[in-house]
C-alpha cells in the first residue's frame, strides 16, 4: 500500500514515474510538527532502519543524523552527514510490520535517525514544501519492491561493463594507457575497460583532447578496441570560461549557465580553473549539453564517467572576495584564540559552502529557482541529459554511464560510484554495507573505487577488496593522483590476483542473471540477512554478510592480519572456498557459527539450500565469455540462467 501526501509547494523531482492520488491529509505515519517542517515517528527497541541510500555507517541506519545534500567530501569518515548522493528513501522494520517512506524534495533534509532521541526519527526540512510517500507492506522485501516500482526501471548497462575497469588519476597520455593494458595482459588478467581521468582533456575542457597526450585519439581508441579494451573518458560538470572555446560559447550565446540574481553567470573555479555551471535543470541546457557527448561517440568512445556534478565548487569569485576583505580585518590586529579560530576557518570556508550554494539560480520548469531549493537535482539532470542524448545520438546501443552526484530517479539514466574512498580496511567495510541501501534506491549498477581512492593500497588489502568487488556490477580498481599503483599486476605473484579476476569473469553471467531479475522484478541484488530469515534475530545483527541474488550468501574478509573469520549460517549451506574458479573446497555447513579459513588468495561463498551458482570459463574480456561453458555448484537445486539478449550486448 502506497500512500502520497503533499507538504506545502513541492517541486517536482521526477524520482517517481507511477501516478498516485493524493491523499488529501497529512502525513499518517509521520507526525507533521510546526510549520510542516519536521516529520516524526516513534521507534521501537528493536525496530532497524535501512535504507538512505549513499552514506556513512552500518547497514542499519538507527543512531546517527543523515543530511541529504549532495556533496563533494573525500573524506568519508563515520561522522560525514552527507555524501555525493541524496536518497531520501528508508524503511523501518518493525517485525510485525515494515513501513517506508520517500521525502521527495530536491532541498537539503536532515534525517534524525534516532540519534538525539534513540526513540525518535525526527525528519527535519530546509524547505516545507515535498512530497511524503509512505508505503507499507508485510517485509522488507515488499516494501521495497513497492517503492521500487514507483521510481521505475533502473540503468541496464551494456554487457561489457560487467567487466573489469582499471582507472587511475590520471593515465595522462596513450603510452601510460598503453603500458597499463600491457600490465595486464602480461599477467594474463582479464580487462575491459581503461578509465581516462581529467588530464586527457585539453586544459581540463569537457569535450576536448589534449593534441599532446593523445594526438591520434581516434585511432586510438580503435587500436585500444582491437584489444579488446574500451576507453571510459570523465566529464565533469564546470565549463571552462576561455572565449572561443565551442562549449563556453554556444552555453553563453544559448543562455545555458546559472546565473546570479544580477543576471550575470556565475564564475566558479573547478579543475580547468574558471567556470560556468551549466543549467542541467532546464531541458535547452539539458540537450545542448547532452548532445556534446556525440564529440567523444564519434571518435568511438562508448561510456563515460560525469564528475564534480554536486556541484563541486574549489572556490567562486564573490566569496573569494569576501574572504579577502574579511581577512584584512584582520591584518595588524592583536588576534585572540577565538579570533584565530575563525580566521583559520575563514579560508577553509571557500570551498563547496551554502553562501555559493545560494548565489545562483536555475531555469526549471518555467520559472527561476534558487539552487539551495534544488541542490539535489544538480547531478542526477546531468545524468539525464547524456542518457537523452545517447537516445538520440545512438539508437538502440547502450553507453556505459555513471555518475559521482545522483538523486533517486537518475537511477533510471545511470548507474554511480560511490566516490573518494581511502585504501582503509573501514573502507572496505563500508564497501560492502552501502550495497543494500543503494539497491534499494534503485541504484543497481554501483561499486566503489576497489582498493581505495585516497591514501595507498597495501597487498593484502587489495586481494581482500578484489574478492569483495568482484561481486560488484561496477567493478573498478581506482586510484588518486600521488597515491601508490594499485592495478593487479604491481603486487607480487601477480596469479593471486589473476584467480580472483578469472572468479569474477566466470560468475559474470550470475551477476548479469542477478542484475537482470532485480531490474525485472523490482529486486535487491545485495539484500541484508535479516529480509530473508525473518525470525532469526542474530541474523538481524549481521552487518558484514550479505545474500547475493537468489543463490549465494558472501561473508567477505575486510580485517587486516586476518587468516579468517567467524561466519554466521542463517541455515544450512554450502561453504565454497574458491581458490580459483575451477579449484575449490566444498564443505556442507550447518546453521550456526563457524570460524571458516580464508587464505588471501581465496574467496569464500556459500550456497543456499535449493539453489545453484552458475560458473563460466572465464575470458580475457565478458564479450568473450562462453555461455556453453557455463557449469553449476548446485546445493540441491537449479538455476535459471538470464542471458545477455542480442540488444544488451
Ligand atoms: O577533485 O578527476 O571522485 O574519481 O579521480 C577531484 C579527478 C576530482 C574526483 C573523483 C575522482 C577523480 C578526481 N575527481
Known amino acids: 500500500m502506497i500512500k502520497k501526501f503533499k507538504l506545502g509547494n513541492p517541486i517536482e523531482t521526477y524520482a517517481t514515474v507511477e501516478d498516485i492520488m493524493l491523499t488529501n491529509s497529512k502525513p499518517e505515519l509521520l507526525k507533521t510538527g510546526e510549520g510542516q517542517r519536521t516529520l516524526s515517528m516513534k521507534l521501537g527497541k528493536s525496530d532497524i532502519i535501512y535504507g538512505m541510500g549513499e552514506s556513512v555507517r552500518g547497514i542499519n541506519k538507527r543512531g546517527f543524523v543523515y543530511r541529504s545534500f549532495c556533496s563533494d567530501d573525500p573524506n568519508h569518515d563515520e561522522d560525514k552527514a552527507s555524501l555525493y548522493g541524496a536518497h531520501n528513501f528508508f524503511i523501518v522494520d518493525r517485525g510485525h510490520e515494515v513501513n517506508g517512506f520517500f521525502i521527495d524534495t530536491p532541498a537539503a533534509v536532515s534525517f534524525d535517525m ?5 526513540g525518535l526519527i525526527e525528519i527535519t526540512l530546509d524547505f516545507p514544501d515535498a512530497y511524503v510517500y509512505e508505503i507499507t507492506g508485510k517485509d522488507c522485501g515488499e516494501v521495497t519492491a513497492r517503492f521500487r516500482k514507483l521510481i521505475g526501471t533502473p540503468y541496464i548497462p551494456p554487457f561489457w561493463g560487467f567487466g573489469l575497469g582499471q582507472s587511475r588519476w590520471s593515465y595522462e597520455n596513450e603510452d601510460r594507457v598503453r603500458s597499463v593494458v600491457k600490465g595486464y595482459r602480461e599477467a594474463g588478467i582479464p580487462l575491459d575497460m581503461v578509465y581516462l581521468d581529467i588530464d586527457y582533456m585539453e586544459d581540463y575542457k569537457d569535450f576536448t583532447i589534449s593534441e599532446e597526450r593523445f594526438p591520434e585519439f581516434e585511432n586510438f581508441v580503435k587500436e585500444m578496441k582491437e584489444e579488446g579494451i574500451r576507453l571510459i573518458p570523465i566529464i565533469d560538470a564546470g565549463v571552462k570560461i576561455e572565449p572561443g572555446y565551442d562549449v563556453y560559447e554556444e552555453g553563453l550565446a544559448g543562455g545555458f549557465f546559472c546565473r546570479k540574481e544580477d543576471g550575470e553567470e556565475l564564475v566558479s573555479a573547478v579543475w ?27 571518435k568511438g568512445i562508448e561510456g563515460f564517467w560525469n ?118 580496511w573501514g573502507h572496505l567495510l563500508l564497501n560492502i554495507q552501502q550495497l543494500p541501501g543503494l539497491n534499494m534506491s534503485g541504484f543497481l549498477y554501483s561499486g566503489a573505487d576497489t582498493c581505495g581512492f585516497g591514501a595507498n593500497c597495501s597487498r593484502d588489502l587489495a586481494l581482500r577488496w578484489f574478492a569483495v568487488s568482484l561481486f560488484t556490477p561496477l567493478m573498478r580498481n581506482h586510484s588518486a593522483m600521488g597515491t601508490r599503483n594499485q592495478e593487479a599486476y604491481v603486487w607480487g605473484n601477480p596469479d593471486d590476483f589473476k584467480n580472483l579476476v578469472e572468479l569474477r569473469y566466470a560468475i559474470v553471467p550470475y551477476i548479469y542473471s542477478e542484475f537482470m531479475k532485480a531490474v525485472q522484478n523490482d529486486g535487491m541484488l545485495f539484500t541484508p540477512l535479516a529480509w530473508e530469515y525473518r525470525e532469526d534475530m542474530r541474523a538481524r545483527e549481521i552487518e558484514d554478510e550479505l545474500l547475493v541474488g537468489e543463490s549465494i550468501m558472501i561473508a567477505p574478509v575486510y580485517k587486516q592480519n586476518a587468516t579468517g573469520r567467524y561466519v554466521y549460517l542463517p541455515e544450512r549451506m554450502l561453504f565454497i572456498r574458491f581458490r580459483k574458479y575451477n579449484d575449490y573446497d566444498e564443505m556442507v555447513l550447518e546453521a550456526g557459527d563457524h570460524y571458516i579459513e580464508v587464505g588471501l588468495n581465496e574467496v569464500p561463498v556459500f550456497v543456499r539450500p535449493g539453489k545453484a551458482l552458475p560458473l563460466a570459463q572465464p575470458a580475457m574480456r565478458v564479450e568473450d565469455l562462453d555461455y556453453e561453458t557455463v557449469k553449476y555448484i548446485s546445493f540441491g537445486g537449479e538455476y535459471n540462467l538470464i542471458r545477455p539478449s542480442e540488444e544488451n550486448v
Do not use: C
Open 114 to 118: 534516532g540519534f538525539t532521541d534513540p
Open 307 to 424: 564528475d564534480m556534478n554536486e556541484p563541486a565548487i574549489f572556490y567562486t569569485e564573490d566569496k573569494l572576495k569576501e574572504v579577502f576583505d574579511e581577512i584584512d580585518e584582520f591584518k595588524g590586529k592583536n588576534i585572540g584564540i577565538n579570533e584565530y579560530f575563525a580566521f583559520q576557518d575563514l579560508v577553509k570556508s571557500v570551498s563547496n559552502n551554502m553562501e555559493d550554494y545560494r548565489r545562483f539560480y536555475h531555469n526549471y520548469e518555467g520559472k527561476t529557482i534558487n539552487h539551495e531549493r534544488v541542490h539535489n537535482l544538480y547531478g542526477a539532470n546531468m545524468t539525464r541529459a547524456a542518457a537523452d542524448a545517447f537516445k538520440e545520438l545512438a539508437p538502440g546501443k547502450k553507453i556505459l554511464m555513471f555518475s559521482r552526484a545522483s538523486y533517486i530517479g537518475a537511477h533510471r539514466y545511470g548507474g554511480i560510484w560511490t566516490g573518494d574512498n581511502k585504501s582503509w
Open 272 to 298: 580547468p580553473g574558471k567556470t560556468h555551471f551549466p543549467d542541467f535543470l532546464n531541458p535547452g541546457a539539458r540537450r545542448w549539453f547532452g548532445l556534446k557527448y556525440k564529440t567523444l561517440l564519434d
